[in-house]
């Protein structure tokens, strides 16, 4: 007998599979939308203690610190003139 061979690739299995998979989650979203079920959200109340800020009283006449930095003066390298262009030809 000669052998029936159907020239489908392996694939075709899997690509049935996970089509199997989407039609189904999307029967149970289109369930739970028809029904208008849904799961009970759960809440909870929390009672934390607020904690204040402690006061800071600084006197007014704070100076500020004297700091004796040097004497820092950095000057950019002068440009060299350009040099001149030569005279056109006549």
């Known amino acids: 007998m000669a052998d029936s061979d159907s020239g489908g690739s392996s694939a075709t299995p899997w690509l049935a599979f996970l089509t199997g998979i989407v039609v189904v989650a999307l029967l149970v979203v289109g369930f739970f939308a028809f029904t208008g079920t849904r799961p009970e959200q759960q809440t909870a109340d929390l009672n934390l203690p607020t ?40």
């Open 51 to 90: 904690i204040e800020a402690p006061e800071i009283n600084l006197p007014d006449n704070v100076q500020p610190p004297s700091v004796d930095l040097p004497d820092v003066t950095i000057n950019p390298p002068a440009a060299e003139p350009a040099p001149a262009a030569p005279a056109p030809a006549q």
